[in-house]
């Protein structure tokens, strides 16, 4: 189980490119599965793939999404475009010719303009807008060579610019010391080059977004500066200089880049990236179209959540499980999942919370010849032997016990478990092993019939940390939700074959008592409100059975009353738990659930009058008295949520109002489980003036 956390991960940014386009998508895929999965994308046509760990992210280019011949008409018939990208490096300047690089006071602050020069007949045929860029302000590195002053300068700027097709055109470069002058500006020196059509080698990119990477070596160049002389005569600076790097590029449009793309699989033509649980494994496909909605994806015959929300700006697809917490009470809680043969039972206490079940279980085969027996017959080799593991991942001829971890000692011996549906040496039966799932759900497989041919048992052992380290490192799986906020459950925890229960406890200082985790004393779909619905029988506390708890693999909607014993004194802490979902359709309209848990408080007063008010909560006993379980003030138009109550048991309220007003008749009945019909008025009177009035309130 994994909590939400906000901050920036790799492949994230909060800024903007100005080389983003729209040709190209860029989103963000996080992981927030519980475990590690693969990302597999292409880029430049070579396939990479990302390992991304819980929490982590990666930044994914995707190609714009397909769709009918019919909308592409107008994008085919668009020609390439071609640009020419120029990476502004550094340059030399020198003190030659009258030219001085002496401070005036104003110190140096040394910037590029650049514009691009089209021969006038392309810009009419191409309507190619005026183009000019300049670089940022840089103070240059003086230093005294040979008596003579040299400025370095670097910038490293990368300008793009659009050029013609097929015509001629050129770049003009000026330098310019911005504060030279008292301010006015000193041109350093000039410069223009070739730019234009087979200027450089071409290079095919869909996108100028996928230019954006270190400048080419073999493209550096450095030009001489040149400066107008006195008599308008052109005086070349050979000493000074500037290194540019230059990439003539063509930009193919949407349909050519995918005609270029496009394999033998025509599957493949809409793909933005993979997903898949193993780099070797299979590949679930996710398209490049990604509106922002919740969907189902299927990995090893699970489904999951694929959500994609926007933020910061970008698309992010999230794939999380299928099963969130939200925490509606007011208080911060932990939130865990086990496995169910180490569920933490009410009768236990605290303690049991440290203790972790080991299991193994025993396979026996009937033969009609020699009885039930050991050994399977050879017709069925790959059946688990006498020994096994819950899931038959691993069997042995002999008893096999789980190893020890470091930190942890025996807490017990092995016994037999006496569950449900078993017969009294702990056997369950059935006609295939393969389909004898524990624990057994029917009552049938505690007596053997006719066409049972294998049984089965469970023996347990328990084990307990020696040291405060054991303890932490069995709580290390415990997430902390605070109020208002939320979580996702670890997706192997919600799968078919996870056996986990999800489990809750308070979490408070030092200050208070610490609390156990939680057990279920009644499920229902509304549990106290009506006389058809009392408690179930079976539900009831410290004989809680397994329909009673959250089981995450058999989630329905239904409400839950979770219970926490404190460490110490008698206060217990109740938990109203509700189960709802949404459907996610999938393409064959299977519906998929995306599921919600919400936690609140079994109880919770409104105060909707003028003043604050006092209030007090009792709880009546089966002896007929009244205990006091909660007292408080609310504010006015506040509410205050109630836990120390047990609403099963009949609920009454007593109620002062600032000013003197107090209750006619205290206390007055406002909860009863075996009530269909509850007041829904009482009368207030002043201490003073005596003088009535009447309140209602609402259950």
């Known amino acids: 189980m994994y909590m939400e956390a906000g901050g920036q991960h790799k492949g994230e940014s909060t800024t903007f490119s100005a080389l983003d386009e729209d040709d190209l998508q860029t989103v963000i895929v996080e992981n927030k599965l519980g475990c590690d ?18 929490g982590d992210c990666v930044s994914v280019w995707i190609p714009p999404p397909r769709f009918s011949n019919r909308l592409n008409v107008a994008d085919e018939s668009r020609e390439a475009r071609y640009y020419v990208a120029v990476q502004i490096l550094e340059a030399k300047v020198m003190m030659q010719m009258g030219l001085s690089i002496i401070d005036d006071g104003n110190s140096h602050n040394f910037f590029c303009a650049l514009r691009l020069v089209v021969d006038s007949q392309a810009s009419e045929q191409q309507r190619l807008f005026p183009q000019s860029a300049r670089t940022k302000c840089v103070k240059p590195i003086i230093s005294r060579i040979n008596n003579q002053d040299e400025g370095n300068v670097k910038w490293n700027e990368l300008f793009i610019f659009e050029v013609p097709r097929k015509a001629p055109a050129k770049l003009e470069i000026e330098v310019t010391n911005l504060a030279a002058k008292a301010g006015k500006g000193d041109v350093v020196g000039a410069l223009s080059f070739s730019v234009g059509h087979g200027a450089n080698t071409l290079k095919k990119v869909a996108s100028v977004r996928m230019f954006y990477q270190p400048y080419d070596a073999q493209n550096i160049r450095s030009y001489p500066f040149t400066r107008m002389g006195q008599q308008s005569n052109v005086e070349f600076m050979h000493e000074s200089s500037l290194v540019v790097s230059t990439s003539y590029f063509e930009r ?115 033969q009609p010849s020699s009885g039930w027996g050991n050994s399977w017959p050879d017709v069925h080799p790959d059946n688990p032997r006498h020994w096994s593991t819950r899931d038959f991942s691993s069997s042995s001829k002999d008893f096999f016990e789980p190893p020890l971890p470091p930190g942890w000692k025996w807490a017990s011996g092995w016994s037999i478990e006496k569950f449900q549906h078993v017969d009294k040496e702990g056997w369950a039966y059935e006609s295939d092993i393969k389909n004898l799932r524990w624990p057994p759900t029917s009552s049938k497989s505690s007596t053997k ?32 939700v605070h109020p208002g906020a939320s979580t996702v459950l670890s997706w192997r925890s919600t799968s ?3 056996e986990q229960h999800l489990q809750i406890r308070p979490s408070f200082d ?29 539900c009831r506390p410290n004989s809680v059975t397994s329909n009673c708890s959250l ?57 909707r009058l003028p003043c604050p008010a006092e209030f007090s909560i009792l709880e009546k006993t089966k002896e007929g008295n009244g205990v006091e379980r909660h007292r408080g003030i609310v504010s006015s138009r506040q509410s205050v949520h109630i836990y120390s109550v047990d609403i099963h048991k009949p609920l009454y309220l007593t109620l002062s109002v600032q000013n003197g007003w107090v209750m006619e ?5 406002v909860l009863d489980p075996a009530l269909s019909n509850h007041v829904s008025s009482f009368w207030m009177v002043h201490r003073q003036s005596r003088r009535k009035t009447r309140s209602n309130y609402f259950a």
């Open 510 to 538: 030092n200050s208070q008592p610490s609390y156990s985790w939680s057990h279920a004393v009644a499920v229902g779909s509304t549990y106290i409100f009506s006389k058809d619905q009392q408690l179930d029988p079976g």
């Open 449 to 480: 019939s006719a066409s049972d041919v294998v049984r089965r048992r469970r023996w347990i052992r328990t084990r307990q940390p020696t040291s405060e380290q054991g303890v932490e490192s069995l709580q290390s799986g415990v997430s902390t």
């Open 252 to 366: 193919n449009t949407i349909a050519n880049l995918q005609k270029e793309l496009e394999s033998d699989n025509t599957s493949d033509r809409d793909i933005g990236f993979w997903v898949g649980l193993d780099p070797g494994g299979e590949w679930e496909s996710v398209r490049s179209l990604l509106p922002l909605t919740v969907g189902p994806k299927f990995l090893k015959k699970e489904y999951i959540g694929m959500e994609v929300v926007m933020k910061n700006g970008k698309k992010h697809v999230i794939f999380r499980g299928l099963v969130g917490v939200v925490n509606d009470s007011d208080v911060i809680l932990n939130i865990s999942t086990c496995h169910a043969s180490s569920g933490h039972e009410p009768s236990l206490g605290t303690s049991s919370s440290n203790t972790v079940v080991e299991e193994v279980f025993q396979n026996q085969y009937y």
């Open 551 to 607: 089981k995450l693999n058999e989630i329905e909607k239904k409400d839950i009353l979770l219970c926490c014993n404190p460490s110490s004194g008698s206060k217990q802490i109740w938990f109203s738990v509700g189960t709802d979902a949404s459907v996610l359709n999938t393409e064959l309209n299977t519906p998929v659930y995306d599921w919600r848990i919400s936690i609140n408080s079994p109880m919770k007063l409104e105060n």
């Open 37 to 54: 999965i693969f990302v597999k994308k292409v880029e430049h046509d070579v396939d990479t793939v990302d390992m991304l760990h819980h």
């Open 496 to 498: 078919k074959d996870s």
């Open 665 to 669: 008749k205290e206390p007055i009945l």
